[in-house]
Nanobody, 118 residues
Framework: QVQLVESGGGLVQAGGSLRLSCAAS???????????LAWYRQAPGKQREFVAS???????NYLDLVKGRFTIARDNAKNTVYLQMNSLKPEDTAVYYC?????????WGQGTQVTVSS
Protein backbone atom coordinates (compact mmCIF):
# COMPACT_ATOMS: atom_id res chain seq x y z
CA GLN A 1 0.00 0.00 0.00
CA VAL A 2 1.24 3.49 -0.90
CA GLN A 3 0.13 6.78 0.59
CA LEU A 4 0.53 10.02 -1.35
CA VAL A 5 0.32 13.41 0.32
CA GLU A 6 0.32 16.59 -1.75
CA SER A 7 1.31 20.03 -0.51
CA GLY A 8 2.24 23.43 -1.87
CA GLY A 9 -1.07 24.60 -3.24
CA GLY A 10 -2.48 28.03 -2.54
CA LEU A 11 -3.63 31.34 -3.95
CA VAL A 12 -1.38 33.13 -6.42
CA GLN A 13 -1.78 35.98 -8.88
CA ALA A 14 -1.65 35.38 -12.60
CA GLY A 15 1.94 35.22 -13.77
CA GLY A 16 3.12 33.84 -10.46
CA SER A 17 4.63 30.50 -9.53
CA LEU A 18 3.95 27.61 -7.20
CA ARG A 19 5.74 24.35 -6.52
CA LEU A 20 3.64 21.35 -5.62
CA SER A 21 5.12 18.42 -3.75
CA CYS A 22 3.86 14.87 -3.38
CA ALA A 23 5.47 12.70 -0.72
CA ALA A 24 5.06 8.94 -1.00
CA SER A 25 5.18 6.49 1.88
CA UNK A 26 4.06 3.00 2.79
CA UNK A 27 5.02 -0.33 4.24
CA UNK A 28 7.25 -2.57 2.13
CA UNK A 29 7.42 0.32 -0.28
CA UNK A 30 10.17 1.29 -2.68
CA UNK A 31 9.87 4.68 -4.36
CA UNK A 32 12.15 3.48 -7.11
CA UNK A 33 9.63 0.75 -7.94
CA UNK A 34 7.03 3.30 -9.03
CA UNK A 35 6.70 2.95 -12.79
CA UNK A 36 5.13 6.33 -13.43
CA LEU A 37 4.46 9.38 -11.29
CA ALA A 38 2.00 11.93 -12.55
CA TRP A 39 0.01 15.02 -11.76
CA TYR A 40 -3.63 15.46 -12.71
CA ARG A 41 -6.00 18.33 -12.07
CA GLN A 42 -9.72 18.86 -11.83
CA ALA A 43 -11.38 22.22 -12.22
CA PRO A 44 -14.92 22.86 -10.95
CA GLY A 45 -17.49 21.28 -13.23
CA LYS A 46 -14.84 19.58 -15.38
CA GLN A 47 -13.38 16.12 -15.65
CA ARG A 48 -10.03 15.30 -14.14
CA GLU A 49 -7.28 15.78 -16.71
CA PHE A 50 -3.68 14.69 -17.09
CA VAL A 51 -1.09 17.42 -16.51
CA ALA A 52 2.35 15.81 -16.46
CA SER A 53 4.12 12.50 -15.90
CA UNK A 54 7.61 11.21 -15.26
CA UNK A 55 8.81 7.66 -15.79
CA UNK A 56 11.42 5.81 -13.78
CA UNK A 57 14.05 6.53 -16.40
CA UNK A 58 13.31 10.24 -16.24
CA UNK A 59 11.35 10.77 -19.44
CA UNK A 60 8.47 13.21 -19.13
CA ASN A 61 5.18 14.06 -20.79
CA TYR A 62 3.05 17.18 -20.50
CA LEU A 63 -0.39 18.44 -21.34
CA ASP A 64 0.07 20.79 -24.30
CA LEU A 65 -1.50 23.65 -22.35
CA VAL A 66 1.26 23.56 -19.72
CA LYS A 67 4.30 22.82 -21.88
CA GLY A 68 7.02 25.37 -21.29
CA ARG A 69 5.40 26.54 -18.04
CA PHE A 70 5.28 23.44 -15.82
CA THR A 71 8.10 21.06 -14.95
CA ILE A 72 7.76 17.68 -13.27
CA ALA A 73 10.66 16.16 -11.35
CA ARG A 74 11.20 13.28 -8.95
CA ASP A 75 13.64 12.96 -6.07
CA ASN A 76 14.10 9.27 -5.28
CA ALA A 77 16.13 10.07 -2.17
CA LYS A 78 13.19 12.04 -0.71
CA ASN A 79 10.40 9.81 -2.09
CA THR A 80 8.90 12.94 -3.57
CA VAL A 81 7.64 14.15 -6.93
CA TYR A 82 7.37 17.86 -7.68
CA LEU A 83 5.44 20.05 -10.08
CA GLN A 84 7.00 23.45 -10.64
CA MET A 85 4.37 25.75 -12.10
CA ASN A 86 5.43 29.08 -13.62
CA SER A 87 3.53 31.77 -15.51
CA LEU A 88 0.31 30.61 -13.93
CA LYS A 89 -2.99 31.53 -15.55
CA PRO A 90 -6.50 31.71 -14.09
CA GLU A 91 -7.40 28.66 -16.17
CA ASP A 92 -4.84 26.65 -14.18
CA THR A 93 -7.15 26.93 -11.18
CA ALA A 94 -8.02 23.41 -10.05
CA VAL A 95 -7.44 20.74 -7.44
CA TYR A 96 -4.16 19.05 -8.31
CA TYR A 97 -3.76 15.34 -7.62
CA CYS A 98 -0.66 13.19 -7.42
CA UNK A 99 -0.82 9.75 -9.05
CA UNK A 100 1.52 6.77 -8.79
CA UNK A 101 1.44 3.59 -10.82
CA UNK A 102 3.04 0.40 -9.56
CA UNK A 103 1.67 -2.00 -12.10
CA UNK A 104 -1.06 -3.14 -11.81
CA UNK A 105 -2.06 -0.78 -8.99
CA UNK A 106 -2.73 2.94 -9.15
CA UNK A 107 -2.66 5.26 -6.16
CA TRP A 108 -4.02 8.78 -5.70
CA GLY A 109 -3.37 11.56 -3.23
CA GLN A 110 -6.10 13.64 -1.64
CA GLY A 111 -5.39 16.71 -3.77
CA THR A 112 -4.23 20.26 -3.17
CA GLN A 113 -6.08 23.38 -4.28
CA VAL A 114 -4.43 25.84 -6.64
CA THR A 115 -6.22 29.11 -7.25
CA VAL A 116 -4.88 31.69 -9.72
CA SER A 117 -6.43 35.13 -9.56
CA SER A 118 -6.56 37.48 -12.53
Amino acid sequence: QVQLVESGGGLVQAGGSLRLSCAASGSSFSFASINVLAWYRQAPGKQREFVASIFGGGSTNYLDLVKGRFTIARDNAKNTVYLQMNSLKPEDTAVYYCNAKITPKVYWGQGTQVTVSS
